[in-house]
């Protein structure tokens, strides 16, 4: 029945420690606490909006149904789509960290109403505020809010924001059933009986957060909260992988600790903490892997997840920028040699400035990510 989910959950998980620990990684550098000294951060505790969003959401009658998915776009092709959704609700607060591994310097812009702003300063433009550039190698964190929508452009030769080389949407990060797993979505996906979820003399006042289910643990410098949506029709079990990397299709290879259960319902009572809610919250750290597993069955894996910084990149250049820069070289070694090369030289520089208003063209590929550990701050 569906209602031993849980029981199963917790089962298997006691199966899966014969396979040892799961791998671990010393403290990666976006979690050090120096960090927090050193980098813009949102407060280890969340934002002070965070229960006033809660009740918000709650109180709607659509829980977190509205709150867009996390969205990544790297090398957009020439006409950038926007990642604005005019129907979007916004979600909690979060982090989005984001590294410049290309070799040009770039500048973060939050994206309002189609128009850029600093992350950091709204009252600024982007290449105004230092703390929106980052140097190739540089890393930063970005306080946000899940469904706010940012840009990154490259600093061209001439100092100026070039093309949108990277496009992000902070929100839920959604388990999907890709490989087609069959489920039946009618299935009672009943709570497991707990006294504390019903009071007792002691304690009569129930708790809140669903059994099974951790209190959330002291959240370290710069943690990373996550908001997880169950697309996959059917209820999941999640566990914790720590830093697994291959994880297995089917079965378990390393000790996975279960967090937390994922129902279908898009609005029940709680959209936070019911047991049947299909959104569930977590903090976590990069490196960090969660697994989704099917409820009634946890040896099959459904989706897997491990939250990684979002990578800026080298974006390829189209045919039309490659021609513009062979042309521009060519006619600027002939100006060199010609007497009066002053009409070669203004063809040029169209060229240049025809250059600098084309959008780099790439795979346009998405990317989604996601893990956690600490339980989200209430």
Same mark, same amino acid.
């Given at each position: 029945m569906a209602s031993n989910n849980f029981l199963k959950a917790a089962a298997t998980a006691a199966l899966a420690s014969s396979g040892g620990e799961c791998p671990t990684a010393p403290m990666?550098?976006?979690?050090?606490?120096?960090?927090?000294?050193?980098?813009?951060?949102?407060?280890?505790?969340?934002?002070?909006?965070?229960?006033?969003?809660?009740?918000t959401l709650r109180d709607s009658g659509l829980g977190a149904s509205l709150v867009p998915n996390t969205q990544t776009v790297t090398c957009p092709l020439e006409k950038v789509q926007?990642?604005?959704?005019?129907?979007?609700?916004?979600?909690?607060?979060?982090?989005?960290?984001?590294?410049?591994?290309?070799?040009?310097?770039?500048?973060?812009?939050?994206?309002?109403?189609?128009?850029?702003?600093?992350?950091?300063?709204?009252?600024? %433009? @982007?290449?105004?505020? +230092?703390?929106?550039?980052?140097?190739? =190698?540089?890393?930063?964190? *970005?306080?946000?809010?899940? !469904?706010?929508?940012?840009?990154?452009?490259?600093?061209?030769?001439?100092?100026?924001?070039?093309?949108?080389?990277l496009q992000h949407r902070a929100g839920l990060i959604p388990f999907r059933n890709s490989n087609g797993f069959s489920c039946n979505a009618e299935d009672i996906d009943a709570e497991p009986f707990s006294p504390e979820s019903v009071g007792t003399e002691?304690?009569?006042?129930?708790?809140?957060?669903?059994?099974?289910?951790? %209190? @959330?643990?002291?959240? +370290?410098?710069?943690?990373?909260?996550? =908001?997880?949506?169950?697309? *996959?029709?059917?209820?999941? !079990?999640?566990?914790?992988?720590?830093?697994?990397?291959?994880?297995?299709?089917?079965?378990?290879?390393?000790?996975?600790?279960?967090?937390?259960h994922m129902g279908t319902k898009d609005a029940p009572q709680d959209f936070m903490w019911d047991w049947g809610s299909s959104t569930k919250f977590e903090g976590s750290f990069i490196g960090h892997t969660f697994v989704a597993r099917l409820a009634s069955d946890p040896s099959v894996v459904i989706d897997k997840f491990t939250m990684e910084p979002t990578r800026i990149i080298d974006c390829p250049a189209t045919e039309k920028q490659q021609m513009i820069r062979t042309l521009s070289k060519n006619e600027e070694a002939e100006s060199v040699e010609e007497a009066d090369g002053s009409a070669i030289d203004q063809v040029s520089d169209n060229m240049f400035c025809a250059e600098d208003n084309l959008v780099g063209n790439g795979s346009g590929s998405t990317t989604r990510a996601a893990a956690g550990l600490f339980g989200t701050s209430e």
């Open positions: 990666s550098e976006y979690h050090d606490p120096s960090v927090c000294l050193t980098k813009p951060v949102h407060p280890t505790d969340g934002h002070e909006t965070r229960k006033m969003t809660h009740r926007s990642l604005e959704n005019p129907s979007a609700v916004k979600g909690f607060d979060t982090t989005w960290i984001v590294k410049n591994t290309s070799t040009k310097s770039v500048v973060l812009a939050w994206v309002v109403d189609g128009i850029e702003y600093s992350p950091f300063h709204p009252d600024q %433009k @982007p290449m105004e505020d +230092p703390k929106a550039i980052l140097k190739p =190698g540089d890393w930063t964190s *970005v306080p946000t809010f899940q !469904s706010f929508v940012y840009h990154v452009r490259e600093i061209d030769g001439e100092g100026s924001m070039g093309n949108v080389v002691e304690n009569p006042k129930p708790i809140v957060r669903e059994v099974g289910r951790e %209190k @959330p643990k002291p959240r +370290p410098c710069n943690t990373i909260d996550l =908001g997880f949506r169950n697309e *996959v029709g059917c209820p999941l !079990s999640v566990y914790w992988a720590d830093h697994l990397v291959a994880v297995p299709d089917e079965g378990f290879s390393c000790n996975e600790w279960y967090k937390f």
